[in-house]
């Protein structure tokens, strides 16, 4: 989702169509070439999302300017401090390959912070509640925008930590946003209120779901749990005087949870 959502990266599901390798032959995925669209399913959706809510003049510059600096930023640390640990090879997923529990916290994370948050805001658009699809549409267009990026890292361009920077910059962000739009559903008087009862206690609802997932996204698994274990991936690919990539990466990191995660 990122939690990517990753549906995700920072959370995201195994890729479709990957190629499972036998394990006498690992090497097979070196040798063998992965043809790769450039924009995802899931990317071309969250893309239509950014288009829609941008045209709709509902994002703000700064909004529009985050967005702009992580992609140049990704380029930068990816040149500068993170290169790619061979140009041949990809770098293993940090998490099984199906990992059934994973994919329920995606299918989670999309649902509370995608789907549901964009219907709510077309309902606003026919009930006419303009402060609660002001509110809401900041989180959905950087998490929408977190999607779209972190399908970009997926790429033999980017090494893992970039991929890692990703859900975790746009993570942090995103706990603002949920924030301001938090603090405008509590803020709403019945009695001013020009959209229905219903919809004013399901706009609470929404926000304060998104505000406990994202904060335990953030706080419970990106940065205890997916950012540890994806620089000790990375940095197992190097040999000690941490400048040579070793040859064989994609070999040496194998499955480490006996409970079906990996390291």
Known sequence: MSGGVGPSGDIRLPKEGQQHESPENPRNSQNRP???SLFSFRQLNALAVIVVLAASGMVS????????????????????AFPPSSPSSVDPPVFGEANRLLGL?????????????????????????????KAAAPHVFLLASQVFMEGLSFSRAFSLPVRVFVP????????????????????KVDEEYGG????????????????AFWCFNLFGFLLPVYLPKSFKIYYSGYDD????????????????SPGGGES
Not at 105 to 133: M, N, Q, S, T
Not at 241 to 256: C, M, Q, R, S
């Open 34 to 36: 992965r043809r790769r």
């Open 61 to 80: 510059l700064e909004d529009f300017a985050f967005v702009l600096f992580t992609l140049i930023y990704m380029y930068f640390i990816s040149r500068v």
């Open 105 to 133: 916290y995606v299918l989670v994370g999309a649902l509370i912070g995608l789907f549901l948050p964009i219907a709510y805001i077309f309902e606003g658009i026919l009930e006419g509640d303009k402060e609660g699809i």
């Open 168 to 187: 975790v910059i746009y993570n942090s962000v995103r706990i603002f946003t949920l924030m301001e739009w938090l603090g405008s559903e509590i803020s």
């Open 196 to 211: 229905s009862a219903r919809r004013l206690y399901v706009g609470r609802a929404l926000a304060i779901a998104n505000m």
């Open 241 to 256: 005087d941490d400048t040579k990539p070793k040859d064989n990466l994609a070999v040496a990191v194998v499955p480490f």
